[in-house]
């Protein structure tokens, strides 16, 4: 099916039936992870008058699933991760269809950090108005579907790069890092609180999703 659309004045149209899934699903086995979290965890509904596994007799599958969220896979992040805020997450409207912009990015050697700072971003524009950055680092293999990288010291994007995506009108970051700011940090959460405050008010229009997925040939 093809849809048709106007953005700022321009027309779009897109094919339904080709997408492309950028999300790191929840499995029994093989988690991509971070923070030194535990894995995801299955088991099924049992007590004296019921069993809810098929395997064991029950007539239907009941299974409880234990994730965190920010270590397990794909997840959306508003303000409210870091911030206090007088909105809860189903105030949060992301847009169902919006203009987005993927970049490919290498980030740069600081010290022991790879980082991603207003320098590799310099060449970065926004012509089309996208209200959706999606960032693809360098190197980009389908090992980031497992890969463990608590104590990794993975790369993290900068206050000054984060300030120069805001500026040019993003308003929904993406990356396939596990988090935009450095893993060991302190709990200062910079460039996370630099994206989230607008005016020193947390903005319920902004969002980040961590841990998605490029294959090489999007």
Excluded at 42 to 50: A, H, I, M, V
Excluded at 55 to 66: A, D, F, M, P, Y
Excluded at 100 to 115: E, F, H, M, R, Y
Aim: charged share 20%; proline share 4%; glycine share 6%.
């Amino acid at each position: 099916m093809k849809i048709s659309f106007e953005v700022k004045g321009v027309s779009y149209t897109i094919e339904t039936e080709q997408v492309h899934d950028l999300s790191i699903g929840i499995k029994k086995q093989n988690n991509v992870n971070c923070y030194h979290l535990d894995d995801p965890s299955f088991s099924y509904f049992e007590n004296e008058f019921f069993v809810g596994s098929l395997q064991k007799g029950g007539s239907v599958n009941c299974e409880k699933i234990t994730f965190y969220a920010h270590a397990s896979g794909t997840h959306t992040e508003c303000a409210l991760h870091v911030l206090p805020a007088d909105f809860t997450m189903l105030d949060v409207q992301v847009p169902l269809l919006q203009l987005a912009q993927l970049v490919t990015i290498q980030p740069k050697s600081v010290g022991n950090d790879w980082v991603i700072d207003a320098e590799v971003l310099s060449t970065l524009s926004n012509q089309e108005q996208a209200t959706a950055l999606l960032v693809r680092t360098l190197p980009n293999q389908a090992e980031k579907l497992v890969h463990q990288y608590a104590g990794t010291n993975p790369p993290f994007f900068t206050v000054d790069g984060i300030q120069k995506i805001k500026a040019l009108g993003f308003k929904h970051l993406l990356t396939d890092l596990p988090s935009i700011d450095k893993e060991q940090d302190d709990g200062l959460l910079a460039a996370h609180k630099q994206w989230f405050l607008s005016n020193h008010v947390p903005d319920i229009e902004r969002t980040i999703t961590e841990f998605i997925y490029f294959e090489k040939n999007i």
